[in-house]
């Protein structure tokens, strides 16, 4: 398998991918982006974010700007000022007037997107800094993110946290908490999207069970295809079929090809198109999406393993730990995604099919539970 290349990119796969509604519901931008704002950059993400987007061809993204451990927000273990200072970036940039906006339903990102900006949600992966104070199951950090314009939630990171078991505690299967079923029904009477992603078995199937609405799994790949521990069994897989929900494929080798160490040539979307084939298989087309992942910026080596660790360890708390590229070969940036097209287009999905899992099936599931 050699590499495509951006030239090797069909005029056909070009046309489908720019009249395409792209959505990258899973995006760490904010990782880096809080690190030039702490050096007093201007126009951040104009000048740093919007090219790649842009080039990508990505409309719309959910972006992490909080949650479970400090790599998510601000590099502070107090969670919920890191929450709330990268929410506050953001929103101050928006005011000043910046190419993205902030959209809290469905029907702001259709208007954001058809005025040429990049749509942003707001997003949390792992919910640690909405969990309020000890002792008391309260939902009102819930309530109030949300007010602030929090629109999608992971609940877990890697960890256990106060609503269910992450894929770090698998010893215990207790699953989900009392809390977190209260969390789940609260979120789906809001409007917010509910993420299963990095859950155990039984916390994922709790939860699955427990929310009225279509879930997403915002980045992920499935255990056919690559046996990780974090991955989806076909019986989690099933359930997201019956729930209406949608699986969001990523870049990130290691959920990708197992051992991919060992792997000697590029590892590239095509890979991932053994997710994808698995998927569609079992459930249909109709339940694929992107969730890229894409954590690999210029300023940083890598602060994701940090915060998704193995099952067995703990979530993680460092930043800049050196790791090597963890990306695919390609595509292996966000301005080279029109290669995601060009690689299902050769692998025989139809038009049709492509332009729903760039973002049709996603933008579904975001006007059935974001209004
Ligand atoms: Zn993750």
Redesign the pocket.
Known sequence: MSLIGLDGVSERAKKLHEESVVVDIHNHMMFEYAIHEALGTPDIFDTYYAPALKAGGIDVIATSVGGNSPCVCNLTDDLVHGSLEQIDMLRRAEEKGSSFAICESAQEIEVAVAAGKIAILLAF?GARAAEGIENEESLVMLRSFYRLGLRTICIVGGARTRFADGMGEARAEAGMTTFGLRFIEEMNRLGMLVDL??MTERSFMDSIEASSKPVVVS?IGVQAACPNPNNLSDERIKAIGRNGGVIGMEMVKTEILWEYEKYKRPITWEHVIRHIDHIAELIGTEHIGLGL?FDHFKMIDNI?RA??PAPGTIEGFYTGIPKENHMLDEPNDLWEAPLITEYMLRHGYSDYEVKMILGGNMMRLLKETIW
């Open positions: 992966e992603t990095h980045h992942d994701h915060m998704c």
